[in-house]
């Protein structure tokens, strides 16, 4: 079975991907479009994405992707606590310290430490935090810094000056698994959460009340929803679909209906499934 994550290696969604398939070969992808695509293209069987963190909230790309990949299906949720560290290279003189490297999330999820310690240092977004924690490694000749995970620093070799340096305690990330097929994802050695479906949802032509028509299709079948995300459709100011996340079992009759109400209002909705979400160790 093949696996494809956001790489490179090292990264946090690898951590998560080598807990949720640790039997699977695991394919790094350079970004969230080169995952949902070799999922389509069949080079991969799923795919392991961030959805969204605690601190900085949804992973925008992912959900303009779900909504551009219509076979695209989402077989389980993973949620991992998320831990930052500031890091350098062995022979780092970290007085005299260039500019810090990482990923752009990582870098606002840290952003009060480093203003507060490290406010005069250049601060600088890279692709994701184990290829900043790659580049430091590279260049032993200077004084640059990473912030990045344990296991970026003990696969590059590096120091690390500063722990759990995260704004917020509470970090985590939410990680789904997605594939072409609608089956569900089954792990019995992770612990389970919950259930939960996921549903895209655009609206008709706007029209005075047409959101609030839409969430009374959940309301009165008192259908919980943990999650409502608007998204631009990307075709003009006002435009927008929505991301819903309904708890619980999909299958009666009641939850269906639900699907042919929205139809009926000209709501276009996609399924995305019904599944678990698992927890995860950091």
Same mark, same amino acid.
């Given at each position: 079975m093949k696996i494809a994550y956001l790489g490179p290696q090292a990264s946090f969604t690898q951590l998560a991907a080598s807990q949720l398939f640790p039997k699977a070969e695991l394919l790094p992808q350079n970004n969230i479009l080169d995952c949902f695509s070799a999922v389509e293209c069949g080079e991969v069987d799923q795919a392991v994405v961030p959805l969204e963190n605690s601190i900085e909230g949804t992973v925008s790309m992912t959900l303009d992707y779900l909504y551009k990949t219509p076979d695209i299906r989402i077989e389980a949720e993973a949620v991992m606590p998320i831990a930052h560290h500031l890091m350098v290279h062995p022979d780092c003189n970290i007085e005299s310290l260039e500019k810090i490297y990482s990923h752009p999330q990582a870098l606002a999820q840290s952003f009060h430490f480093l203003d507060s310690g490290f406010k005069e240092i250049p601060k600088q &977004?890279? *692709? $994701?935090? /184990?290829?900043? /924690? =790659?580049?430091? $490694? &590279?260049?032993p000749d200077r004084n640059l810094a990473a912030v990045a995970n344990q296991f970026a620093a003990d696969l590059y070799g590096l120091k690390i000056i500063r722990r759990n340096i995260q704004d917020i305690e509470q970090n985590h990330t939410r990680f789904i698994i997605i594939s072409k097929r609608q089956n569900l994802y089954l792990n019995n050695e992770l612990e389970? $959460?919950? &259930? =939960?479906s996921g549903l895209l949802i655009t609206l008709p032509e706007d029209h005075p009340g047409g959101l609030h028509q839409v969430l009374s299709v959940f309301a009165w079948r008192k259908m919980n929803l943990s999650k409502i995300e608007s998204r631009t459709l990307k075709t003009g100011l006002g435009n927008y679909f929505f991301f819903i996340n309904v708890t619980g079992t999909w299958e009666s009759a009641l939850h269906h209906n639900a699907l042919a109400e929205l139809a009926a209002l000209g709501a276009d909705t996609v399924f995305l499934g019904n599944y678990k979400e698992f927890l995860? =160790? *950091?």
């Open positions: &977004e890279y *692709s $994701s935090t /184990a290829a900043a /924690a =790659k580049h430091v $490694s &590279e260049n389970v $959460s919950g &259930e =939960k995860l =160790k *950091s």
